[in-house]
């Protein structure tokens, strides 16, 4: 019998928490699919990306798509403001 999953190790069940961000670069497309409140592992990724040198993903891809992460974070964080400030 295999090793039951934790509660936060499972799947979102919510069709919301799951965000993707994405760059066509060429012919080369990156895309990355995460959880919400996962955004830290996001960034680590896009770091160890720039450091890959068989990728022509640079530190401009980079700020690009850590600009589209900062989006989406901004439109989470609308949804907390009462209906007023938004």
């Not at 996962?38 to 720039?50: R, T």
């Not at 068989?54 to 700020?63: G, I, N, Q, R, V």
Request: positive net charge.
């Amino acid at each position: 019998m295999g090793t039951p999953i934790k509660p936060s190790q499972q799947p979102s069940q919510n069709p919301q928490a799951m965000k993707t961000l994405n760059l066509v670069k060429g012919r080369e497309q990156f895309c990355f699919r995460y959880e919400v409140g996962q955004e830290s592992k996001v960034l680590e990724s896009l770091i160890d990306m720039v450091k890959r040198r068989e990728l022509t993903f640079d530190w401009f891809d980079a700020a690009v798509l850590s600009h589209q992460l900062g989006q989406h974070l901004a439109k989470e964080l609308k949804g907390y403001l009462p209906k007023k400030a938004a």
